[in-house]
T-cell receptor, first 112, second 113 residues
Framework: NSKVIQTPRYLVKGQGQKAKMRCIPE?????VFWYQQNKNNEFKFLIN????????QIDMTEKRFSAECPSNSPCSLEIQSSEAGDSALYLC??????????FGPGTRLTVL | QQKVQQSPESLSVPEGGMASLNCTSS?????YFWWYRQHSGEGPKALM?????GDKKEGRFTAHLNKASLHVSLHIRDSQPSDSALYFC?????????????FGDGTVLTVKP
């Protein structure tokens, strides 16, 4: 079973509200990824970190998305002003040295 | 255009049968491939990776990669009902632990008892 912990599992927000989700990577894994999986099961890479530093990120959807991985705290992904199109499963994954990405169960965001 | 394409969209096989899933990349920068499986309500879990031409076997699962055609396949022999899930092919430009994955749209596998 994956040891990547994501909270909350379910998140319901109104349009325009902030939505924040957290991820604790597997112990000792220095690389963390965030992906968005929409209702059609399409994946979209959002951002990845090595330790606390951003490695790659997409143009974060008109800057409404922000993410961080502070030292000794969970990583987080926040949507400043949620839109209906943001409704999706947000997956966090972590990786060590064998290239495999270990995924958490995801946070399912519903924007009403 | 989707850079990683999977077929078929769905597949039904009898218990004990062979399931064959296919994946093709349109981007020659993708040289490293994984197969992931996702059960309902869970995150994807890696089944196996394949980076070199030829076959790679792990238990009931065999992956095949043809780098010239950028075609990857996954064959599951002796399929079990517990294999019923969504299967994704994922590709990366980098053979490192920092490379982002590009996923296909998935194949729904149903194994009927």
């Amino acid at each position: 079973n994956s040891k990547v912990i994501q909270t909350p599992r379910y998140l319901v927000k109104g349009q325009g509200q902030k939505a924040k989700m957290r991820c604790i990577p597997e112990k000792g894994h220095p690389v963390v990824f965030w992906y968005q999986q929409n209702k059609n099961n399409e994946f979209k890479f959002l951002i990845n970190f090595q330790n606390q530093e951003v490695l790659q990120q997409i143009d974060m959807t008109e800057k409404r998305f922000s993410a961080e991985c502070p030292s000794n705290s969970p990583c987080s992904l926040e949507i400043q002003s949620s839109e209906a199109g943001d409704s999706a499963l947000y997956l966090c994954a972590s990786s060590l040295s064998n290239y495999e990405q270990y995924f958490g169960p995801g946070t399912r965001l519903t924007v009403l | 255009q989707q850079k990683v394409q999977q077929s078929p969209e769905s597949l039904s096989v009898p218990e004990g049968g062979m399931a064959s899933l296919n994946c093709t990349s349109s981007d020659r920068n993708f040289q490293y491939f994984w197969w992931y499986r996702q059960h309902s309500g869970e995150g994807p879990k890696a089944l196996m990776s394949i980076f070199s031409d030829g076959d790679k076997k792990e238990g009931r699962f065999t992956a095949h990669l043809n780098k010239a055609s950028l075609h990857v396949s996954l064959h599951i022999r002796d399929s079990q009902p517990s294999d019923s899930a969504l299967y994704f092919c994922a590709a990366s430009e980098q053979g490192t632990n920092t490379g982002k994955l590009t996923f296909g749209d998935g194949t729904v596998l149903t194994v009927k008892p």
